[in-house]
């Protein structure tokens, strides 16, 4: 009996994924459980097992398709068995639909601009999933005036994004009427501003986008159209931490970890939060939402293929070492693409270590739907000077970007300053 493939649900609140690559080709034997494709989520890259053993009879999905969870992908059977399959799958496939939109449905009054959007099914504009009716509800965006390219017409996030660009292209580029001062015996003349020339010449070449340079795009469009975006910077002595790590870094390794700097700005951010809550917080048109739990995001880089943010869950509870550890961890699985869904979820402030590559300071955006993000620039020698007298001392700047609809600049300052006291009196 053919088996059929379907795209799982990776995660309690993922609802679609991107087939990023067939790991088989149409024909070939495959096993149960061997690795058959390889599927996006949220900037996560997951191996799906194989159902069944067999031939796989048909692919019907290419890469690059983004799908629903539940959606048909693939046949494996015997030789033969795939012209029985017909019927069966349509059926099959339209009851999985019709269930999938049932639980994920809930009826809402046609869209006007007093309405808020709701995630669901909509009886005149079909699904719309929880980012597209984010989006919509905070820009004030008439679903009905877009066209959907999604699976059955439905509108993705790049139809809005591309809906709301756009719009400011077409505010931008309005022929501005501009006054020209005449000479003796010229008339009086008006011109008109030249159109921005294309971007793509005969010599260039287009490559497309990944799914995670895609997810990173499109999330840093939204965070700038969401929040008010604010930097303050300071700078710290690392004196205490570059000499404590010194002492202990041998220690940590008998243990199996690499202890790096990045666990202790988050253990310093974590001491902030907790004196500042209000950081640890997200916007919402109800009130400002505290996050009861701190859970860090560290920024971790796939080289050209982007960054992903994995999560440290509960940083409060851990160590210095349970801090390294889970950061080794982490950023290990991230690069060898191992994370699961969601370890790169509900993180509630984020660090980026820019300095990596040398920068000194940075204006990073903000990880919605949190509050701030802390920017960490290169650790170098510099002569500062201390007590009237010049020394040479490690020292960061750090840059805190943060949502100006939760935070003032004074709270801002006070959790930085906080960040630079606990980094400095490091024992």
């Known amino acids: 009996m053919p088996n059929q493939v379907v795209m799982p649900q990776l995660g309690e609140s993922v609802i ?31 191996e799906v097992p194989s159902p069944a053993s067999g031939i796989l009879l048909d692919i019907l999905v290419p890469e690059g398709t983004t ?34 939109s049932e639980k994920t449905s809930e009826s809402i009054p046609p869209f006007s601009q007093t309405t808020r959007i709701h995630p669901g099914q909509d009886q005149n504009l079909g699904f719309i999933s929880p980012l597209v009716a984010k989006i919509a509800n905070e820009q004030g965006v008439d679903l009905s005036q877009i066209d959907g390219t999604g699976q059955g017409g439905r ?10 660009e756009s719009k400011e292209n077409v505010s931008l580029s309005q022929p501005e009427t501009v006054s020209i001062p005449i000479i003796p015996e010229a008339r009086e003349s008006t011109v008109q501003s030249a159109q ?27 965070s700038k159209h969401t929040s008010p975006h604010v930097t303050t910077v300071m700078e710290a002595d690392l004196s205490r931490i570059v000499a404590h790590r010194q002492v202990n870094k041998e220690a940590f390794s008998r243990n199996g970890v690499n202890l790096t700097f990045t666990a202790y700005f988050v253990s310093a951010t974590v001491i902030a939060l907790k004196t500042y809550p209000i950081v640890n917080s997200s916007y919402s048109e109800e009130g400002i939402i505290f996050h009861k739990e701190i859970n860090i995001g ?130």
């Open 67 to 100: 799908v629903r969870a539940g959606a048909l992908l693939a046949i494996i059977g015997q030789p033969g068995e795939i012209a029985e399959l017909s019927k069966q799958i349509i059926e099959t496939s339209a009851q999985s639909e019709k269930s999938f």
């Open 155 to 164: 509108i993705t996030k790049k139809d809005i994004l591309n809906y709301l």
């Open 298 to 427: 560290v920024a971790t880089s796939l080289g050209e293929e982007g960054l992903i943010v994995p999560v440290i869950k509960n940083a409060a509870d851990l160590s210095l070492l349970g801090l390294a550890r889970t950061i080794n961890d982490l950023a290990n699985r991230a690069r060898a693409k191992q994370l699961k869904t969601e370890e790169v979820k509900k993180g509630t402030f984020t660090i980026t270590n820019h300095g990596i590559s040398g920068s000194l300071i940075a204006t990073p955006i903000i990880n919605q739907p949190q509050c701030g993000i802390l920017g960490v620039g290169v650790v170098q020698k510099r002569v500062v000077v201390i007590d009237d007298a010049i020394a040479i001392r490690p020292m960061v700047y750090l840059s805190l970007t943060f949502d100006h609809r939760i935070l003032d600049g004074a709270i801002a300052d006070y959790f930085l300053a906080k960040v630079v006291e606990s980094l400095e009196n490091w024992s």
């Open 16 to 46: 679609e994924g991107t087939i990023t690559k067939w790991l088989k080709t149409k024909g070939a034997l495959v096993q149960e459980f061997e690795p058959l494709l390889e599927v996006n989520t949220d900037k996560v890259d997951t």
């Open 196 to 222: 921005p020339p294309s971007l793509v010449n005969l010599l260039d070449e287009i490559i497309p986008f990944t799914p995670v340079r895609r997810a990173i795009a499109e999330h840093m469009v939204i």
